[in-house]
C-alpha cells in the first residue's frame, strides 16, 4: 500500500468548512484513498473512501485531483464533535500476501474550536 | 444497530494469568481483524480471520492466540501474559476483505502489572 503525508494537526473554527489534506504521491492505478478518522481513545471510525471520482456522503466529501497523487476530505460543517484524529490510507483491493491489516500514519489531528 | 462489540473494555491483569478478550459483530461479516494500539506506533494487526477456521497472522502475533469457531465470534486469547502486551486493543470486521470498509469496536484496554 503507498504511503501517505498529512499534516501533523489543523484547527478549524466551528460551523466552517475542514478541509484535510494528504498527499500519496507513489498511488498506483489500483489503490483506493480511505479516510478514517478517531476520537480520543475510540475505535477508529470509516469515513469515505474513491479511487478517481470525487465522492460524497452524508458526513464528508472527498477530491482526488486529476493525477491521483493527492486528495482532500472536506467536512462541511464541522462541529466539536468532529475533533479526532484522521487518517488518509491508501490502499489495494487485493492482498499482496502477509499481513493485511489497515496501516494507519500518524494522521491530522483536527481541533474544532468553538 | 450493526456493530462490533469487545468485552471486557477496561483489564487489569498480573504477569502469566491467562485471559480471552470477546469480540462479537452482528452483520454477518466474513473478515475479522484484531488489531494493538500504542503510542508513536498506530495501529498494528495481531490476527486475522478470512472466514470460519481460516486465520492467519498479522504484523505483531507474538504471545497471541485467535480463533474463529463461528461467524461472528473471534476471541483473542493471551495465554501469558506480559507488561509488555499492556495496550489499547481493538476488533475489526468487514463485509469481505481487505477492499471493504472495516467497521471498528470500541476497544478494550489492558494493563499487565
Known amino acids: 500500500d503507498a504511503k501517505t503525508t498529512q499534516p501533523p494537526s489543523m484547527d478549524c473554527a466551528e460551523g466552517r468548512a475542514a478541509n484535510l489534506p494528504c498527499n500519496h504521491s507513489?498511488?498506483?492505478?489500483?489503490?483506493?484513498v480511505y479516510w478514517y478518522r478517531q476520537i480520543h481513545s475510540q475505535g477508529p471510525q470509516y469515513i469515505i473512501h474513491?479511487?478517481?471520482n470525487n465522492e460524497t456522503n452524508e458526513m464528508a466529501s472527498l477530491i482526488i485531483t486529476e493525477d491521483r497523487k493527492s486528495s482532500t476530505l472536506i467536512l462541511p460543517h464541522a462541529t466539536l464533535r468532529d475533533t479526532a484524529v484522521y487518517y488518509c490510507?491508501?490502499?489495494?483491493?487485493?492482498?499482496?500476501?502477509?499481513?493485511?491489516?489497515?496501516?494507519f500514519g500518524k494522521g491530522t489531528h483536527l481541533i474544532i474550536q468553538p | 444497530e450493526a456493530q462490533v462489540t469487545q468485552n471486557p473494555r477496561y483489564l487489569i491483569t498480573v504477569t502469566g494469568k491467562k485471559l480471552t478478550v470477546t469480540c462479537s459483530q452482528n452483520?454477518?461479516?466474513?473478515?475479522m481483524s484484531w488489531y494493538r494500539q500504542d503510542p508513536g506506533l498506530g495501529l498494528r494487526q495481531i490476527y486475522y480471520s478470512m472466514n470460519v477456521e481460516v486465520t492467519d497472522k498479522g504484523d505483531v502475533p507474538e504471545g497471541y492466540k485467535v480463533s474463529r469457531k463461528e461467524k461472528r465470534n473471534f476471541p483473542l486469547i493471551l495465554e501469558s501474559p506480559s507488561p509488555n502486551q499492556t495496550s489499547l486493543y481493538f476488533c475489526a470486521s468487514s463485509l469481505y476483505d481487505r477492499q471493504e470498509t472495516q467497521y471498528f469496536g470500541p476497544g478494550t484496554r489492558l494493563l499487565v502489572l
Open positions: 507513489t498511488i498506483s492505478g489500483n489503490e483506493y
Open positions: 490510507i491508501v490502499r489495494s483491493a487485493h492482498s499482496g500476501g502477509g499481513a493485511d491489516g489497515l496501516t
Open positions: 474513491g479511487l478517481k
Open positions: 452483520m454477518n461479516h466474513e473478515y
